[in-house]
Nanobody, 119 residues
Framework: QVRLVESGGGLVQAGGSLRLSCAAS????????MGWFRQAPGKERQFVSS????????NYVDSVKGRFTISRDNAKSTLYLQMNNLKPEDTAVYYC????????????WGQGTQVTVSS
């Protein structure tokens, strides 16, 4: 089992920044592909970003490219999402997730952290 705990959410004005963290415990963190997802009220959960086990491959949804940066520290078993130039449409609950090697789907999910961007 892998336990994921997000932190770092909050209320910020448009144009501001937040850094989300996701602390992992349990099975070897470094073996997992990690991702960030978000869900706004009344909307489906959306992929935001992912990072491979070695940090060599990252992916972003188009709407956050150039503003968000995903990173990981395998020694600390922690995943990060640096969010700059935040916009009101970034308001959502942000979840981190872990995908086991060879798995198509994300197997483990955190409880989420709220990000609210005011205009």
């Amino acid at each position: 089992q892998v336990r994921l705990v997000e932190s770092g959410g909050g209320l910020v004005q448009a144009g501001g920044s937040l850094r989300l963290s996701c602390a992992a415990s349990g099975r070897s963190f470094s073996r997992f592909t990690m991702g960030w997802f978000r869900q706004a009220p009344g909307k489906e959960r959306q992929f935001v970003s992912s990072i491979g086990w070695s940090s060599g491959v990252t992916n972003y949804v188009d709407s956050v490219k150039g503003r968000f940066t995903i990173s990981r520290d395998n020694a600390k078993s922690t995943l990060y999402l640096q969010m700059n130039n935040l916009k009101p449409e970034d308001t959502a609950v942000y979840y981190c997730a872990a995908r086991s090697p060879g798995s198509v789907y994300y197997d483990y999910w955190g409880q989420g952290t709220q990000v609210t961007v005011s205009s």
